[in-house]
């Protein structure tokens, strides 16, 4: 018969999630124990480092990757980049050990007394499965948390007991959707509304370059001739910064945001919160007159937005569907100091 730890590792092998960062202890000792062949184990130096080298690997490898902290104090140093990971919508399922479970109500040392509350609110969900049996099931349901839109890191907390116990192997593996289509009727209104701007402007975030949709978002804003502004304090970037579109990074305040706004009629939001302000500096938030756009593949954030009409979806999808639809337009030169190439070309 296999063990609980026989079954998760074929799990994670068929998800190809295969790739492993951590800085373990002796509650994390029996999950490393017979560790297969064919997956990797990065060694870190302390936890807060685990997260950030398992955030840079699963921006670069576009994947899911498993971080392996050790338990309570462990998880508590990471979640300063565990913070970051979770802002930066980047898919971790992040495991700490656990103690014996025949020792947790007396609450020995090392024991994690409220493990799912720990990483709170910065995953998207913390389990400690309630049997051993329950583990490779839990991996699943982390992953598909994990990649579903909007992504971001998840929480299991693992007692070290559980990996040796004897268990079927049951296949637990299923495919989860990992873009969210947008609405075709609001989408359709997204498109008038461009349309009918005298102005618009773009301001792209990191779920341009996340999706994958850099081609798409260097597309729209040739084809709108439009200037593109990178939100506020980006976690990534997501269009070329020597293109003469490119307008720059809005400032993460109130009144000079609005203020670098002026002169547009539409302001179209795709990939980042409206907007991520850090010092408070009261003023318009948009230009007077002006309307904005905000689309994203997270329902929070356009509920939390301050100002703006939403549409959820995909940014590349989105995109996509946006340069096909919108009608072409002389391009402009937001940065007159950078070649235009766009000066003498045809819109896309």
Not at 12 to 31: D, Q
Not at 316 to 326: G, I, N, S, Y
């Amino acid at each position: 018969m296999q063990t609980v730890r026989d079954v998760t590792f074929d799990l994670l092998r068929r998800l190809g999630v295969t790739t492993i960062v951590g800085n373990p202890g002796s509650t994390e000792e029996a999950f490393l124990a017979d560790f297969p062949s064919d997956f990797q184990y990065i060694l870190a130096l302390h936890e807060s480092c685990v997260v950030g080298v398992a955030e840079g690997l699963s921006q670069g490898l576009r994947a899911p990757v498993v971080v392996n902290v050790h338990t309570n104090a462990g998880l508590g140093n990471a979640m300063g980049n565990l913070i970051t990971a979770a802002l930066g919508k980047t898919p971790l399922i992040v495991t700490a050990g656990q103690q014996t479970r025949a020792m947790l109500l007396g609450e020995p040392f090392l024991a994690n007394t409220d493990a799912e509350a720990l990483p709170k609110p910065w995953v998207k969900w913390s389990y400690e499965p309630r049997r051993a049996k329950d583990v490779p099931a839990a991996f699943m349901r982390a992953y598909a948390m994990a990649v579903q839109p909007p992504a971001g890191p998840v929480f299991l907390s693992l007692p070290m007991d559980d990996w040796d116990e004897p268990m079927d192997a049951v296949d637990v593996f299923r495919t989860v959707s990992m873009r969210q289509a947008p609405d075709p009727e609001r989408l359709a209104l997204c498109v008038d509304l461009i349309g009918g701007s005298r102005n618009p402007v773009l301001v792209y975030g990191g779920d341009v370059a996340r999706c994958g949709a850099w081609e798409e978002g260097v597309a729209l804003a040739e084809r709108l001739g439009a200037p593109v502004w990178l939100a506020p304090l980006p976690e990534r970037v997501s269009f070329p910064q020597n293109h003469p579109l490119y307008a720059g990074v809005l400032p993460p305040a109130i009144a000079p945001l609005g203020a670098a706004l002026a002169g547009h009629d539409l302001v179209v939001v795709i990939g980042a919160p409206v907007f991520r302000y850090y010092p408070f500096v009261p003023g318009k938030c948009l230009p007077d007159g002006a309307r904005l756009l905000h689309i994203t593949d997270d329902p929070a954030e356009a509920a939390r937005a301050v100002v703006g009409d939403s549409l959820l979806g995909d940014a590349k999808l989105v995109l996509a569907a946006l340069a096909r639809h919108v009608s072409a337009r002389p391009a402009r030169v937001s940065n007159p100091s950078r070649p235009s190439r766009l000066a003498q070309a045809a819109p896309v």
